[in-house]
């Protein structure tokens, strides 16, 4: 079993809190987790109608069936439980009792901030990350089979075709989980979105002009954005806000969180394919972005912090990390020779912010790992260690 970085932290949490709440993906390991971290407790899917139907006949009775707490899994198919658990922990707080797991971020964000509020503790576990991956063995030496395979745990622990999995996958994400959040009625339009989406990783949305192109309003557009980023499909990186006295664009821009799955869904049918794409710097981009992201999530670090900037005069860098008034920038390149050049727009970027800039770095996909002139220029597969680098 591939060890995941999420165990090390859970206990110590556990020791704090109530309740424990683990999102992320389907299929991103996280009932494998509870259960191996948690083997004493009970465990029960509210997949299953059967409990479902309990719960709802008698919450107060359901809950009471546990008198040392339990793994509930999927909890967002009974919005309503967070409410009914909070006077249960309020009557029985012993810590690390109840833990949590969902698919669907805002589904089970919402309630349980509402309901309980500094009683509960959350988590995110996401596909495996590639630091994760190298520690086990099981990471592969070319980006472009990493990129084209991605991380869900099935397709390290089972002899399946990556590209037949992130299909099924697909589908039934539109048939399960679109249709369980929102009144979705055309699925095929929606399916249209996605792969819409795929097209533009790493670039700023413009909500108007996917719109357009589906023949949607921008409202639709918006709405359905945000059930991709709920299910754990794609990730709005956020602009930096500091401007140094330039203009700079205030739009997210839009990555995936599995390029595995932004793969499949532009019908990449081999890894091989990749390095000749027209988008292949936007997926080498996407890849890294999000492997900063999960190993920020794995450690339990926020992601919030995380940024990209760009003035309206052509200045970019793809991964601002504010930490206080202190920023980490790095820049992603799809090359395997790495140049000084390469770093100027983050040389710039330090004559405009300053001495808040405490840390550079430029990915490339080369095995060059060394610094100049105070940037560090690393290779594609040393990320989670320069993640650990940075700090929280």
């Keep these: 079993m591939i060890y995941r970085q999420l165990s090390a932290i859970v206990p110590l949490i556990a020791q704090g809190y109530p309740v424990l709440v683990i999102t992320g993906p389907r299929q991103s390991g996280k009932t494998t987790l509870a259960r191996q971290l948690f083997p004493e407790r009970p465990y029960v899917s509210l997949e299953d109608p059967l409990e ?13 069936r546990f008198p040392d707490g339990a793994v509930l899994d999927e909890v967002q198919r009974v919005p309503e439980l967070p409410s009914w658990l909070q006077g249960v922990v309020d009557a029985d707080a012993r810590m690390g009792r109840w833990v949590l797991t969902g698919s669907q971020q805002y589904m089970v964000l919402d309630r349980v901030t509402q309901s309980l509020a500094g009683r509960a503790a959350l988590l995110e576990l996401m596909p495996f990350g590639h630091g994760e991956l190298s520690a086990a063995g099981r990471a592969f030496t070319d980006p472009a089979v990493a990129i084209w395979t991605g991380g869900y745990p099935p397709l390290y622990d089972r002899p399946v075709d990556p590209g037949r999995w992130l299909g099924d996958y697909l589908a039934t994400y539109l048939e399960r989980d679109v249709r369980a959040i929102a009144a979705v009625r055309d699925l095929t339009r929606f399916g249209a979105f996605i792969r819409l989406c795929a097209v533009r990783v790493g670039q700023v949305v413009n909500l108007a002009t996917m719109a357009s192109e589906l023949g949607i309003d921008a409202k639709t557009a918006s709405a359905w954005l945000s059930i991709l980023v709920a299910g ?20 997210p821009k839009l990555y995936f969180i599995d390029t595995g799955l932004a793969c499949r869904l532009l019908s990449l049918d081999r890894a091989s394919a990749l390095p000749g794409y027209s988008a292949w710097g936007a997926l080498v981009e996407n890849w890294l972005v999000s492997e900063v992201i999960k190993a920020r999530r794995h450690r339990g670090w926020r992601t919030d912090t995380l940024y990209w900037w760009r003035s309206h005069d052509g200045l970019e860098i793809d991964l601002v990390l504010e930490q206080g008034a202190r920023l980490t920038t790095a820049e992603v390149k799809a090359t395997t020779s790495p140049r000084s050049q390469d770093a100027q727009s983050q040389q710039r970027f330090v004559e405009l912010a300053g001495e808040r800039v405490v840390g550079r770095t430029v990915f490339h996909l080369g095995a060059e790992n060394t610094s100049i002139q105070s940037c560090r220029y690393a290779p594609w597969h040393a990320v989670d260690s320069v993640v650990e680098a940075w700090g929280q």
Excluded: E
């Design 52 to 64: 479902r139907s309990a719960f709802v006949a008698d919450p107060r009775a359901w809950l009471g």
């Design 232 to 251: 754990y499909i794609v990730h709005l990186l956020p602009p930096h806000h500091a401007n140094f006295g330039k203009r700079v664009v205030k739009h």
